[in-house]
Structure formats: C-alpha cells, structure tokens
C-alpha cells in the first residue's frame, strides 16, 4: 500500500505533525460511512488518529509530538512516530478499502479486520 508521509512543525503549539494519507478518494456517497467508520477507530486509538478532508475526499492519519520549551525530538522519537502511524495504516487501511469500494458498513469493515483466529487447524 502507498501512503503519502509528511512531517510539518507546529510552531504555535511546539508540536512536530505526522500526516500520513492514504492513496484512496472518498466519494461523496460514501462519506457518511466513512465518517462511522473513522470514529468506530478513534475510540480505540490511543495516539493519533484518522480523520477525512472532506473536500478532497482524503483519509489521512494524524499524529503530533509535543516538543515544548524547544525542545528537539530525538531519533527514536522520530521513528516510533512514523511506525506507529505506519501500523495504525496498516492495520485498517482494508476497513477503508472495504467500506469505500466494497459498499461494507463501517461495523462490519472494522469486526473484518480486527477478527483473529484462535486455536490450531
């Protein structure tokens, strides 16, 4: 899967901003679920989260580090912020797939890639 990385500094709030957005449109049709789909998500995120541009149609995931009384991030700092965001991605980028271009409700979709199995074949 393709995702679109970007780091910005937040200078009023002392903050270095991930986005990572993901390589899907949204249509309009669809938006409503996704919307469902995104806060059945952020409940269970306890860093970052998904959010939707509306008026590109774009699913991104959004993450910050709070870097006060300038204070520089360090290496590792950088890293578990993007492979966390990477894993957050990974994790339900097919909920979106399924919820955009398979007609799925946002339940449904999230149940689809959260199921695990248990047990030995």
Known sequence: TDYHVSF???EDFEALHLACAFDIKVPETRTL??????S???EQMLFGHFDL?????AIMFRQSLL????VEPSSQQVEVL???ALE?????FQAFQFVVWSGTSAKDALA?????TFGNA
């Open 8 to 10: 910005s500094w937040m």
């Open 33 to 38: 679920e996704v919307m469902r789909l995104l």
């Open 40 to 42: 059945l998500i952020n």
């Open 53 to 57: 541009w509306e008026q590109e149609g």
């Open 67 to 70: 870097l006060a009384g300038g």
């Open 82 to 84: 993007l492979s966390s």
């Open 88 to 92: 957050a991605c990974e994790c339900y």
């Open 112 to 116: 689809g890639v959260l199921f695990e």
